[in-house]
C-alpha cells in the first residue's frame, strides 16, 4: 500500500498543449504516481500502441498505468489496471476478465453509486466533479462535502476529481482523501513537468493521513491473463449469472 498522497493523471489527448504522449512523459518526471490513459471514441489500436510506448518508462520510475474502459487493451499491453465509468462493463464482469493482481477502479458520482462499486469489487473509487471543471460545462460541483462523506463511508481509498490543483489540494486532503485525479492541471500546461512538481510539492508539504492507503498493482503483467484459463473462465461464468442478477452499475 502507498501512504503518500496519489497524483494521477488522466489523458485527453484534446487537451495537450505539447501533444498527448509528450505531456505523459514530462508527467512521469514531474511526479505523478499514476497515469490512467483515456481516449474516449478512439481506436483499440492507438490506445494500445500509447499504452506500449508509456508502460516502459513509468515502470521505470514506479508509476502504475490504468487504462480506461477497455479491459482487453489492458491485458494485451500489460498494465497495471483498469478503470470503469458508469457505462462501462459491470465491475464483477471486468474482475472476471482481469489478470491476478490488477487493480480496478470506478468512477462514481454519490455514496449510493459507491458503495455498489466496492461491493462490486472495486479497488478504489474515483468521485467527482468536487470543483467547477471545463469537463463538466453547465454541471454544478458535488462539493469537497460529499467527497469527505463518501470517504468515510467506504473501505476502500477514494480519489477527487474534478477542477483539482495546487491552489484547492489542501481542501480535498483534510477528507481523508486518498489522492487527487487530474487532467488539465498538467496537460494544458505549457511546461506539465513543472506543473506536476508544483502539485506534488504542494500536497507534499501539507499534512496528511489517508483513511485508505491507494493499492499499489501486483504486476501482473502481459502473460498473467493467459494463466489457469478454466478458473478464468469458471469467474466469467459466475460474474455474468451475477450481473444478471441485478448486479449491474448505474447506466447513468
Do not use: C
Request: without cysteine; hydrophobic residues 40%; charged residues 25%.
Amino acid at each position: 500500500m502507498e501512504d503518500r498522497f496519489q497524483i494521477h493523471l488522466i489523458t485527453d489527448r484534446k487537451r495537450a498543449r505539447i501533444g498527448l504522449e509528450p505531456a505523459v512523459f514530462a508527467a512521469l518526471r514531474g511526479g505523478v504516481d499514476w497515469v490512467q490513459l483515456r481516449e474516449k471514441g478512439g481506436p483499440a489500436a492507438g490506445l494500445y500502441e500509447t499504452a506500449l510506448r508509456v508502460i516502459p518508462e513509468a515502470r521505470r520510475r514506479g508509476v502504475g498505468v490504468l487504462i480506461n474502459d477497455r479491459v482487453d487493451v489492458a491485458l494485451a499491453a500489460g498494465a497495471d489496471g483498469v478503470h470503469l465509468a458508469a457505462r462501462s462493463l459491470p465491475p464483477v464482469v471486468a474482475r472476471s476478465l482481469m489478470a491476478e493482481g490488477m487493480v480496478l477502479g470506478v468512477s462514481v458520482h454519490g455514496l449510493e453509486e459507491a458503495h455498489r462499486a466496492v461491493e462490486a469489487g472495486a479497488d478504489y473509487v474515483t468521485f467527482g466533479h468536487v470543483y467547477p471543471t471545463a469537463s463538466k460545462p453547465g454541471l454544478p460541483p458535488r462539493g469537497v462535502r460529499e467527497l469527505a462523506r463518501i470517504v468515510e463511508s467506504v473501505e476502500v481509498p477514494v480519489l477527487a476529481v474534478g477542477g483539482i490543483d495546487a491552489s484547492n489540494a489542501a481542501e480535498v486532503l483534510s477528507t481523508g482523501a486518498s489522492g487527487i485525479a487530474v487532467i488539465s492541471a498538467i496537460l494544458a500546461a505549457g511546461d506539465p513537468v513543472e506543473a506536476a512538481r508544483r502539485l506534488r510539492q504542494a500536497v507534499d508539504s501539507l499534512p496528511h493521513r489517508p483513511r485508505h492507503p491507494m493499492p499499489y498493482p501486483r504486476r501482473g503483467g502481459r502473460d498473467a491473463h493467459k494463466a489457469q484459463p478454466r478458473e478464468r473462465g469458471a469467474r466469467r461464468r459466475q460474474a455474468h449469472r451475477a450481473a444478471a442478477a441485478g448486479g449491474e452499475e448505474d447506466p447513468g
